[in-house]
């Protein structure tokens, strides 16, 4: 684990008594979901194999879909219409020739496959069981549409966890831009000075949240060696993340032992 940004912080021990005075200096503790909670992208691979017989061709889907994403984010395009016009574009660079209905039926048929084949992580359910025991609020934060991430947190048992799940298309403004932070913040009561952030993607989930007054985890699943901004925590899975928050923000509450 690397800790970019030491502080000096009250020893805090599991002996140690609440102080009843003291709010606790992490309240909140946001998570986005694809990739963080749910390995999405082994998913999508297998759904894009499945369907064209090659699994070449990830790097290519991601690409188009961070630019139509980024036209989401913009406002230049919604949701529904960017699933289908970023199939199009995909299935157009293959120069496979398809009509709107053929571009609808492919896109339905791989929305289908992803959906039979998404999982968790391993680390997931331990971390979210830490977090409720530690009496932190939990939110989902995430750029995906809402439909479809509601339907990914309760097939995966998971939306009993959250207190709030915050989706980009349904605020009207998507990470990192700081409003998306502050909204959930606001919607439970919070101060960003007292939520962390947790997510795969360094410049939309940790930076972004570092950016809007929050503490920003970037969750490096790959161990990428990639340089770290100043101020960005990283961990390697979520398995570390209990650690970094008892290590670095005073006054979490600890889980007794079980
Ligand atoms: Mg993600």
Redesign the pocket.
């Known amino acids: 684990m690397d800790f970019a940004r030491p502080r000096i912080a009250a020893p805090v021990t599991t002996l140690d008594a609440p102080d009843p005075w003291s709010p606790a200096s992490l309240r909140l503790v946001c998570l ?5 909670l749910i390995d999405f992208s082994a998913a999508g691979r297998r759904a894009l194999a499945a369907l064209l017989g090659r699994s070449d061709l990830w790097s290519r889907w991601e690409r188009i879909t961070d630019r139509f994403v980024a036209l989401v984010v913009a406002g230049e395009v919604d949701y529904a219409s960017m699933h289908f016009r970023r199939t199009q574009c995909f299935l157009g660079e293959l120069e496979m020739a398809a009509d709107d209905a053929e571009v609808r039926r492919f896109e339905e048929k791989r929305k289908d496959l992803v959906r039979r084949s998404w999982r968790l992580f391993h680390d997931v359910l331990p971390c979210l069981e830490w977090l409720r025991a530690a009496g932190v609020l939990l939110a989902a934060v995430t750029n995906a549409s809402g439909a479809h991430q509601r339907a990914k947190l309760a097939d995966l048992g998971l939306a009993h966890f959250f207190n709030f799940v915050a989706i980009a298309g349904e605020i009207g403004v998507a990470k990192p831009d700081p409003v998306m932070f502050h909204s959930v913040c606001a919607r439970l009561g919070c101060d960003p000075s007292e939520a962390a952030h947790v ?3 360094l410049g939309t989930d940790a930076v972004g949240a570092r950016d809007a007054g929050l503490e920003g985890v970037w969750l490096d699943r790959h161990e990428s060696g990639a340089e770290v901004p100043e101020g960005v925590h990283v961990i390697n899975g979520l398995d570390e993340l209990p650690q970094l928050l008892v290590s670095e923000f005073a006054r979490i509450g600890v889980p007794a032992q079980r």
Not at 32 to 36: N, R
Request: hydrophobic share 10%; no cysteine.
């Open positions: 986005d979901i694809d990739d963080t997510g795969d993607k």
